[in-house]
């Protein structure tokens, strides 16, 4: 198999030989003519006496109508007939009559005349076929180019479509984020201004304490937009070590009390369970996940907020379970897709963008930890949303 190879490529240099003079210098090409005429009068000397055949002399004329086109028939037949005269003169004189020999030029010139018409003919044949081929490779060369160009510009475009989706969705996250912050800040500013008065100094000072710290929520969501807006993703989690529990009052602290009085909500949440998470994240986590029920479950509810943590070292499992319609089963691999709603929910009269869940997915995993719900689709048996979270990594942290 090696030696075919290697055969094949011998074959294969001999054939583009000639081919390949066509790209050598002027100095190279008139060594390769040299050549040609020292073979062609070596084959005159040596076998013209005894074959009184001057074919030999083709060589030359062969190589330089080849090197030099047309132009070289004329420069060959001169230097044609002076090598022949002068090896007649020379070497075969005597060796033939002159009638013979003048006989035999004339053959010899007819001859050469046409084979260089060919040969030149072949070259210009080939050059033009080498020109259609390089004219070929170009307009394919253009083709790629455009369709590189196209392609980039598809790209591009997909990439600007992209940039405006999640423009379009920050906005619609915005919207869907801000509204429990504006409303406890509202809320409590209104409360302040209507009944300043008739609050006592706690009281005040816990409705100032609520909008401050909506306040700082509204600064937090809206750096975080824009960060998510420079970079396409959600911002590096701060965690640190936390205790579930007091997060889940926080959020409930935080939510219209109207929303908490109408559920029947229980809280079952060690105070010794802890995790690695950042308090904020997990706050809009949850505050997504509670908003949910409060828009699809019916009022009077029972809501259970649970967590799990085995040993101090166990991930936290934290869930948060309803007694609501439930989420049919078909669907449920796809609640966390961006703006993706139940087809209940899309012909009902609640509005939504879809993008509540799809958040919450990615600030769990922001956290380093998982987010699935769980759902048999029956109504009364509700939904089940459970969140694992890392164990503290670090013992000694300070509690938020």
């Not at 908490?260 to 996940?289: C, F, G, K, S």
């Amino acid at each position: 198999m090696k030696q075919r190879d290697q055969t094949s490529i011998f074959f294969h240099w001999i054939s583009a030989l000639p081919l390949s003079w066509l790209t050598y210098s002027l100095s190279k090409r008139l060594l390769i003519v040299l050549c040609s005429y020292i073979l062609g009068i070596s084959g005159l000397w040596f076998f013209f006496p005894r074959s009184h055949d001057g074919g030999s002399m083709f060589l030359p004329i062969v190589g330089i109508c080849w090197l030099f086109r047309y132009r070289g028939i004329l420069i060959g037949l001169i230097l044609n007939g002076i090598a022949f005269q002068l090896t007649y003169i020379f070497l075969l004189r005597g060796m033939l009559p002159d009638q013979a020999f003048v006989m035999g030029a004339l053959i010899g010139f007819g001859i050469s005349l046409g084979l260089g018409l060919v040969i030149c003919w072949l070259r210009t044949t080939i050059e033009l076929l080498e020109a259609s081929r390089q004219h070929t490779l170009a307009l394919q060369q253009e083709r790629l180019q455009a369709l590189q160009a196209e392609r980039q510009l598809v790209l591009a475009y997909e990439q600007q479509r992209k940039i405006n989706e999640l423009k379009e969705q920050i906005l619609q996250h915005v919207n869907h984020e801000l509204r429990t912050p504006l409303t406890v800040l509202g809320g409590s500013l209104e409360l302040l201004d209507v009944h300043f008065d008739h609050l006592n100094e706690t009281e005040r000072t816990q409705a100032l304490a609520r909008a401050l710290i909506s306040y700082k929520e509204l600064v937090s969501l809206m750096n975080q937009g824009l960060d998510v807006a420079t970079t396409g993703t959600f911002p590096v989690a701060h965690c640190q070590r936390i205790s579930v529990q007091q997060v889940v009052q926080e959020v409930l602290f935080h939510l219209d009390p109207r929303n908490v009085e109408a559920y029947m909500i229980h809280v079952q949440i060690n105070t010794e369970i802890m995790a690695w998470a950042d308090p904020q994240y997990l706050q809009r986590v949850l505050q997504n996940l509670l908003n949910n029920i409060f828009k699809y479950v019916p009022e009077q509810t029972a809501v259970q907020i649970e967590a799990v943590q085995p040993t101090p070292s166990s991930p936290v499992c934290l869930s948060v379970q309803d007694a609501g319609p439930g989420i049919p089963p078909e669907e449920l691999p796809h609640i966390f897709e961006k703006l993706v709603r139940l087809k209940r929910d899309v012909t009902g009269p609640i509005r939504g963008t879809g993008l509540g869940l799809c958040i919450c997915k990615h600030l769990v995993e922001t956290m380093g930890g998982q987010i699935w719900a769980e759902s048999s689709g029956r109504v009364g048996e509700g939904s089940r949303f459970c969140i694992n979270l890392p164990p503290p990594t670090i013992e000694d942290a300070p509690l938020p």
